[in-house]
């Protein structure tokens, strides 16, 4: 009883396409897919611009490590 069966998804699928048509709903996948694809892209081309920026730093130069120092108090 707790679970949809095959049936309850058809029907579902069924009022889906009544209510927004095939036109839409196919316009939908293919924004849905330029979307998913720009965001690989996206990702892709930052990974690269990682690698690029680790290779120009040359390897006996120093790296700096930005922080900030507090002092300690004394627990009572």
């Known amino acids: 009883m707790g679970s949809l069966s095959i049936w309850h998804w058809l029907i579902v ?6 209510i927004f048509g095939t036109k839409k709903l ?3 996948g293919a924004d849905l897919g330029s979307a998913v694809k720009g965001f690989k892209e996206g990702m892709k081309s930052e990974g690269e611009k ?7 730093i040359p390897p006996t130069t120093g790296q700096t490590i930005e922080g900030e120092a507090k002092k300690e108090t004394p627990k009572a």
């Open 50 to 56: 990682a690698a690029q920026s680790k290779a120009e």
């Open 26 to 28: 196919r316009n939908l």
């Open 13 to 18: 699928l069924l009022v889906v396409v009544l």
